[in-house]
């Protein structure tokens, strides 16, 4: 099983921008479909984004789209979620997730085998 760790979270302005990475220390993620969730507190673990392995095509959740960027560094072996303008509702906590059974639009809706455990963004009002 891929070992998925976060990293980047934190508290930020409505408005203000975080750079989430996701990393993985014994495979190459470059191998992997890549997808990043969020739980917000009382509601339902969601799919954000989701980056192909194949030909890096990438899927965004609408109420992201053209504010969250996800992309890859395989020299650095990490994948990033760029947050800019961000906004209350994105307070959740953050997980990367691996997967490769699916498509990503299948995993951004839950089609996932590996879970990292999460990082918190809190963004302020």
């Known amino acids: 099983q891929v070992q998925l760790v976060e990293s980047g979270g934190g508290l930020v302005q409505q408005g203000g921008s975080l750079r989430l990475s996701c990393a993985a220390s014994?495979?190459?993620?470059?191998?992997?479909?890549i997808g990043w969730f969020r739980q917000a507190p009382g509601k339902e673990r969601e799919g954000v984004s989701c980056i192909s392995r194949s030909d890096g095509s990438t899927y965004y959740k609408d109420s992201v789209k053209g504010r969250f960027t996800i992309s890859r560094d395989n020299a650095k072996n990490l994948v990033y979620l760029q947050m800019n303008s961000l906004k209350p509702e994105d307070t959740a906590v953050y997980y990367c997730?691996?997967?490769?059974?699916?498509?990503?639009?299948?995993?951004?809706?839950?089609?996932?085998?590996?879970w990292g455990k999460g990082t918190l963004v809190t963004v302020s009002s």
């Open positions: 997730a691996a997967g490769w059974r699916a498509t990503i639009q299948a995993m951004c809706a839950g089609v996932v085998d590996s």
């Open positions: 014994e495979f190459t993620l470059d191998y992997y479909d």
